[in-house]
């Protein structure tokens, strides 16, 4: 029993640390994003504000770890917000490469993006041990999702780093495009996610 309170701590700090992360992390990113007029920045952006959403759901399941309607309800609303984000990011990618809108060159975007993939993916592999450890279906699947926030960090960063160095524009929507992926895959996984 003690060394389960241990990992349910652990559990939330490391989502405590998750939570910090992206409170400023979306902060920095929207902001780039309007100065670049990026819309991969855009979406990542809300892809940290949807980890942030995730970061509270856990926070709130590990209260009470028992409850396996909690637990399910926890990993429904994780699920709809990926789906949302997903179809947000499509539509604002597609309108962006309709119109040939070009993003201008973000450092700040790109430093910011580089810490946070290192970030996310530490985190990551410290909330799936722990959640494996607890055998907490929430917390392994939060984990999930900051490995895709440390994938997608690194797929923006690459279109800005293309659209920097080489003047790629399209490199910036396509990235975003990426988001749209992961975004509706993570969002049927968690709502098809099943409790025993």
């Known amino acids: 029993m003690e060394r389960a309170e241990q990992l349910r701590r652990r ?10 992360w992206n409170v400023v992390g979306s902060g920095v990113v929207l902001a780039a994003a309007v100065v670049a007029r990026s819309v991969a920045l855009a979406g990542f952006g809300l892809d940290s504000l ?6 509270l759901v ?14 399910r309800r926890a ?24 119109i040939a809108a070009h993003p201008h060159i973000s450092l700040l975007g790109i430093v910011w993006l580089a810490l946070t993939a290192a970030a996310m ?6 909330k799936s041990r722990t959640g494996r450890a607890l055998r907490n279906r929430v917390l392994q699947t939060e984990a999930r999702v900051t490995v895709i926030d440390g994938l997608l960090a690194t797929v923006v960063l690459v279109g800005l ?28 996984l968690a709502l098809h996610e099943t409790v025993e």
């Open 11 to 20: 559990g939330l700090g490391l989502e405590y640390a998750t939570l910090g």
């Open 161 to 188: 780093i293309l659209n920097a160095a080489a003047g790629l524009w399209w490199a910036d929507p396509a990235a975003a495009f990426v988001i749209v992926y992961y975004g509706a895959r993570e969002g049927w």
């Open 121 to 126: 993916f530490a985190l990551a592999a410290c």
């Open 75 to 98: 990993l429904r609303i994780i699920g709809i917000a990926f789906l949302l984000l997903a179809a947000y990011i499509a539509a604002q990618s597609a309108y962006v490469l309709a």
């Open 58 to 71: 856990v926070v709130w399941q590990l209260q009470d770890m028992h409850e396996v309607e909690r637990e």
């Open 50 to 55: 949807i980890e942030i959403l995730a970061s």
